[in-house]
């Protein structure tokens, strides 16, 4: 049996065999946080801090999430000491807030559209954003879609009035491959889209491929390298964001199924081949932590080319590690344990989970490279129009508060 290097530690004090156990240690969480959220999540769960959840929540007064935080005067430390996120490298992407951004304005006082959504996160801390389309309300100013060159400008100048960037977006892959003459004229309007709003890369939030097989992965990676020359010719990165299936294993080998694909693999997984395979200098990712962590959970184990069953256990930031300068982007989500979602965690705003971000920001090291950006699927609520932003206000906060740990 093998095993991959795997950093995550058990608490030595755990009783071997205790209830949960298994799943505690395929989460790799210590016990004591591990207790704390074992239930399924509830409403309250989600909305109460978890208990040794993260340093902000542990030291914040009472009657306050995290820490207060004065964005006017981040400056003087966000940059060294013992910040793990420099201040001007603390972003969101805007899906956590899309309902705030597709509101009327003209239906109430909560801020809608994008120039009140910008100066809402500004005023929270918040100094890049990562977009997520750019469609909002038809009333808001600028009208329902911003997706042209005109667009762009306008959204580059309410940029630039709030001191805020724009880092990334989840946008316009084209999905034939060999590319159309259309697709690649959509493409190229992205790319300039991109470059007006000033930002240094440019992805999407899909997988290259939903293929487990080594041979689609191929195709996509000569798919994404011919993307991203173009991309680069236009100083621009072109990156793809991953959630739990891509951190699967690849198949790459053993017995063929009737269609004569491979049904065994070697133990890579699908995103750790498409990292071989594609040009350093053309390809990048978005590491999702959060389904980073879900796969840990779903994937440890895989069926060798000799049939055998063999034990890997993920180790989201020792890939990030390895692969260093490919992971630019990150999206920080939370989560607190679940025991019957199949995934084990339940996603909750930023800082309020058991995901250990300390340590992982610690390992991965290049705080002046990376950019990560705060999301949480959950923060639009159908009962609660101002969650969103309010969360998006605790998450900023938690990232903010993040430190390297005392030796």
Not at 137 to 159: D, F, K, M
């Amino acid at each position: 049996m093998t095993r991959s290097s795997d950093t995550s530690r058990t608490d030595p004090a755990d009783p071997a065999g205790g209830p949960g156990e298994a799943l505690r240690r395929s989460l790799g969480v210590g016990r004591r946080r591990f207790l704390s959220t074992c239930t399924a999540v509830t409403g309250a769960a989600v909305a109460a801090p978890v208990l040794g959840a993260s340093p902000a929540l542990a030291k914040a007064p009472s009657g306050t999430t995290g820490h207060h935080h004065d964005h006017h005067h981040d400056h003087d430390h966000g940059h060294g000491g013992d910040v793990l996120v420099p201040a001007h490298k603390r972003g969101i992407i805007l899906y956590t807030v899309r309902d705030a951004i597709a509101r009327d304005p003209l239906a109430g006082d909560l801020p809608s559209g994008f120039r009140e959504v910008f100066k809402q996160l500004a005023r929270h801390g918040y100094r890049q954003v990562e977009f997520a389309g750019y469609g909002q309300h038809p009333n808001a100013p600028g009208g329902a879609s911003l997706e042209s060159v005109e667009g762009a400008r306008l959204l580059r100048r309410w940029l630039d009035e709030y001191g805020l960037r724009a880092q990334g977006n989840h946008g316009f892959i084209p999905p034939s491959w060999p590319l159309t003459t259309a697709d690649l004229d959509t493409f190229k309007k992205h790319l300039e889209i991109a470059h007006i709003l000033g930002m240094d890369h440019m992805g999407t939030g899909g997988d290259p491929t939903g293929s487990a097989h080594r041979a689609d992965w191929d195709v996509a990676a000569d798919k994404w390298n011919a993307l991203g020359r173009i991309a680069r010719r236009e100083g621009i990165k072109l990156y793809t964001h991953n959630h739990d299936a891509a951190y699967g294993f690849l198949l790459d080998g053993g017995p063929p199924d009737a269609q004569g694909r491979p049904t065994r693999s070697s133990g890579i997984r699908r995103l750790e081949y498409f990292l071989k395979v594609t040009d350093p200098k053309l390809v990048w990712l978005e590491m999702d932590i959060f389904w980073a962590h879900v796969a840990r959970y779903k994937f440890p184990t895989y069926t060798a080319h000799d049939g055998s069953t063999r034990e890997r256990v993920f180790d989201p930031a020792g890939l990030v590690a390895r692969h260093s300068k490919r992971y630019p982007l990150f999206h920080a989500k939370d989560g607190v344990i679940s025991t019957t979602n199949g995934m084990g965690y339940e996603m909750v705003p930023f800082g309020t989970g058991v995901i250990d971000y300390t340590t992982f920001f610690s390992r991965v090291g290049e705080r002046a490279y990376r950019n990560p950006m705060v999301e949480d699927d959950n923060s639009p609520s159908a009962t609660d129009p101002a969650q969103s932003l309010r969360e998006a206000k605790i998450s900023y906060d938690n990232l903010a508060a993040l430190r390297k740990r005392r030796r």
